[in-house]
């Protein structure tokens, strides 16, 4: 079969050997810019839009700032942490002060103690550290706070 195709290839004419042979070349290069060259361009270009698309984002995400206000409080952290706990009902155990970290440890409900450690975060309370234990419905809590 292979004789064949080549003693065939070898009757026809030079000039008709050429034109198969530039035909084959043009084909080769569509088949090379259509199958592999497009699509690897247009991959690129997605990929590229994309980056930049994420970039814009993580620009987005570091210009982004709370929506809350920022209160402006008369009463030290200290003095706002103490009478928040007691009246929430949770047990003040444990209360210093050094330097610019305050050291808290109270107890009380587990519900009660998280929905007091949420609202003094959102009301600025920078946790250094939280160490919570529970027992029962009772959460042991102990906390460091940044004083500024």
Same mark, same amino acid.
């Given at each position: 079969m292979k004789a064949r195709v080549r003693e065939r290839w070898l009757q026809?004419?030079?000039?008709?050997?050429?034109?198969?042979?530039?035909l084959g070349v043009f084909l080769l290069a569509v088949f090379a810019f259509y199958g =592999?060259? %497009?699509?690897?361009?247009?991959?690129?270009?997605?990929?590229? +839009? &994309?980056?930049?698309q994420r970039i814009a984002?993580?620009?987005?995400?570091?210009?982004?700032?709370?929506?809350r206000a920022a209160r402006v409080y008369t009463q030290p952290l200290s003095s706002r942490l103490s009478e928040s706990a007691a009246s929430a009902g949770l047990? =003040?155990? %444990?209360?210093?002060?050094?330097?610019?970290?305050?050291?808290? +440890? &109270?107890s009380g409900n587990a519900l009660v103690a998280l929905e007091w450690l949420n609202r003094i975060e959102q009301e600025g309370a920078e946790f250094e550290s939280l160490s919570l234990e529970k027992s029962g419905q009772a959460l042991q809590v102990q906390l460091q706070i940044n004083n500024p």
């Amino acid at each position: 079969m292979k004789a064949r195709v080549r003693e065939r290839w070898l009757q026809l004419p030079r000039r008709d050997r050429q034109l198969c042979a530039v035909l084959g070349v043009f084909l080769l290069a569509v088949f090379a810019f259509y199958g =592999v060259w %497009q699509p690897a361009q247009q991959r690129l270009t997605a990929a590229q +839009t &994309l980056y930049a698309q994420r970039i814009a984002q993580a620009a987005d995400v570091q210009r982004a700032r709370p929506t809350r206000a920022a209160r402006v409080y008369t009463q030290p952290l200290s003095s706002r942490l103490s009478e928040s706990a007691a009246s929430a009902g949770l047990n =003040v155990q %444990q209360f210093e002060m050094d330097n610019q970290v305050l050291r808290i +440890t &109270l107890s009380g409900n587990a519900l009660v103690a998280l929905e007091w450690l949420n609202r003094i975060e959102q009301e600025g309370a920078e946790f250094e550290s939280l160490s919570l234990e529970k027992s029962g419905q009772a959460l042991q809590v102990q906390l460091q706070i940044n004083n500024p």
